[in-house]
């Protein structure tokens, strides 16, 4: 049988050389790479970016800014969650919610090598430093590497696999995107970047936790003490409520910056919001299903339409204090 060559593609034929002579084509192994970016995290974390960027220029930045802006954010995205399955894959395997990742598989059904999985996120990782600091800006940049090293660093190998508040530290990764949208367009820092990061910040838990919830079993059997893994039903709707009050009080702390248009669909959507953190609550207290996919895509939605909403203030020709 043919031995696997150390590069991917098959000398010009279309095909890549796997261990045990198994060759799949350059196509699969692109789009395996591709799924290892996790596309449909990066989705959410760039629909926090262009927001923010409008917020922070009161206006339509430059398209070739936000194309720039966006591309980095989802290349720095694309690195650490790369990296992240790189690191998780044992985890992963275990998992039926993740066993389907590319680098979970086998070794015999792998379609990609470990290494060069971690090759692809670390190139990911330094091409987005370059496009950002080239074409954007160094504070952009360093940022965005910021992003990358707390994610792999902090929540991944650090905190993750040690403690139940693995995701309330570790989300912090995910906030990232409104201080590097912020900076692209200002060169700095500000306060209102800092409330955009804090309504992220509060609004991880209750939506991973909503998620951890419903594949508590998964999470034990990888020996990860996510919180519903480690504390009853009843301490994580708790939990889930207070961080679900702390994050509508940062959306309506961002009303000043935002104006008024803002903060009426800050209030209609947080109570939206905390209806149903309080029915998942309920229902856990009466002893019922708690259904808590209910509140974790609404919590998608609810984040969506909330920076749709800032976006909408600002391109508004009213609304502004």
């Known amino acids: 049988m043919t031995q696997a060559t150390g590069a991917l593609p098959g000398h010009g034929t279309g095909q890549v050389h796997l261990p045990g002579g ?5 196509r699969v192994v692109a789009r395996s790479l591709f799924a290892l970016t996790k596309p449909r995290i990066i989705e959410l974390l760039l629909i926090t970016t262009l927001p923010t960027m409008l917020l922070a220029q009161r206006g339509v930045p430059s398209v070739w800014l936000i194309a720039a802006t966006l591309a980095g954010g989802a290349l720095a995205a694309g690195s650490a969650n790369t990296l992240n399955c790189f690191i998780d894959r044992d985890i992963d395997a275990v998992m039926r919610r993740t066993s389907r990742r590319p680098l979970a598989a086998s ?4 379609v990609i090598r470990p290494t060069e999985a971690l090759v692809f996120g670390l190139v990911l990782g330094a091409a987005s430093t370059l496009l950002f600091g080239l074409l954007v800006n160094w504070l ?4 965005a590497d910021a992003a990358i090293l ?3 660093f902090v929540y991944t190998l650090g905190l993750k696999r040690r403690t139940a508040s693995n995701i309330v530290i570790g989300g912090a990764a995910g906030c990232f995107p409104a201080l590097v949208g ?3 367009v200002t060169g700095r820092v500000s306060i209102a970047a ?3 990061f804090a309504v992220i910040f509060f609004w991880t838990p209750p939506h991973f936790w909503a998620l951890a919830m419903k594949f508590r079993d998964d999470y034990a059997a990888a020996g990860v003490p996510m919180l519903p893994v480690v504390a009853p039903p009843a301490v994580v709707v708790r939990k889930i409520v207070f961080y679900s009050y702390a994050m509508v009080a940062a959306t309506l702390a961002l009303v000043p910056y935002a104006g008024w248009v803002y903060g009426g669909c800050a209030v209609g959507l947080g109570a939206w919001f905390l209806v149903e953190a309080h029915r998942l609550r309920s229902r856990v207290a009466h002893g019922d299903a ?3 996919m209910r509140l974790f895509h609404q919590s998608i939605a609810y984040l969506t339409l909330l920076f749709a909403a800032v976006a909408v203030s600002v391109l508004l020709p009213f609304g502004r204090w």
């Open 290 to 292: 708690p259904a808590p």
């Open 194 to 196: 800092v409330v955009l």
């Open 150 to 152: 707390f994610y792999v």
């Open 22 to 26: 198994q060759r799949r084509s350059a």
């Open 140 to 143: 952009a940049a360093g940022l």
């Open 182 to 184: 912020w900076a692209a």
């Open 107 to 110: 070794a015999a059904k792998a």
